[in-house]
T-cell receptor, first 114, second 116 residues
Framework: EAEVAQSPRYKITEKSQAVAFWCDPI?????LYWYRQILGQGPELLVQ????????DSQLPKDRFSAERLKGVDSTLKIQPAELGDSAMYLC????????????FGPGTRLTVL | AQKVTQAQTEISVVEKEDVTLDCVYE???????LFWYKQPPSGELVFLIR??????QNEISGRYSWNFQKSTSSFNFTITASQVVDSAVYFC?????????????FGAGTQVVVTP
């Protein structure tokens, strides 16, 4: 069964350091999403890609966060510098199209900023 | 603006009891999609169901059933004869044309605890 892959599963870093997360969507899925989930809350969309283009990054803190999907397949989300408030679960999801298809989620990366 | 409200923070039941999770949504669009996801302790969100705004038929899948009522903007989820493996956080989510199609607006989630 095809799955969304993410790495690392866990990351502990100190504030002011740079961190990067990787996501490999299900093969053939054109749309890729990055969500942030703070403990006790629902996921919130950070950025949405359609192939290699950004469709929505309105909630991405662009002063410290960046995301890319250079070849329209896998994607990297970076935080530089990390802040204490960035501690959260970072979830990647993919779907066939961006219209209304269900999104399939990866296992997430649990980030702890000390 | 789109909004999803899951008023129940946590529900505790004993195995074999039924449990109903409430979901109320707000949207100005006439075309929209509603979803339920399950998040077990492992953390991965598992897709359960998608329903479009034009299909108000209730749906049953095994022990799961969903009741969609546009008149009250609700999309409630019932687990019949709960099992310990049903223990998880359940999220209701909405997708409409606000901002961009595909963006899921999640509720805060309901923690379900099933004890033997």
């Amino acid at each position: 069964e095809a799955e969304v892959a993410q790495s690392p599963r866990y990351k502990i870093t100190e504030k002011s350091q740079a961190v990067a997360f990787w996501c490999d969507p299900i093969s053939g899925h054109a749309t890729l999403y990055w969500y942030r989930q703070i403990l006790g809350q629902g996921p919130e969309l950070l950025v949405q890609f359609q192939d290699e283009s950004v469709v929505d990054d309105s909630q991405l803190p662009k002063d410290r966060f960046s995301a890319e999907r250079l070849k329209g397949v896998d994607s990297t989300l970076k935080i530089q510098p990390a802040e204490l408030g960035d501690s959260a679960m970072y979830l990647c999801a993919s779907s066939r199209t961006s219209s209304y298809n269900e999104q399939f989620f990866g296992p997430g990366t649990r980030l702890t900023v000390l | 603006a789109q909004k999803v409200t899951q008023a129940q923070t946590e529900i505790s039941v004993v195995e074999k009891e039924d449990v109903t999770l409430d979901c109320v949504y707000e949207t100005r669009d006439t075309t929209y999609y509603l979803f339920w996801y399950k998040q077990p302790p492992s953390g991965e969100l598992v897709f359960l169901i998608r329903r479009n705004s034009f299909d108000e038929q209730n749906e049953i899948s095994g022990r799961y059933s969903w009741n969609f009522q546009k008149s009250t903007s609700s999309f409630n989820f019932t687990i019949t004869a709960s099992q310990v493996v049903d223990s998880a956080v359940y999220f209701c989510a909405l997708s409409d044309a606000t901002d961009s199609w595909g963006k899921l607006q999640f509720g805060a989630g309901t923690q379900v605890v099933v004890t033997p």
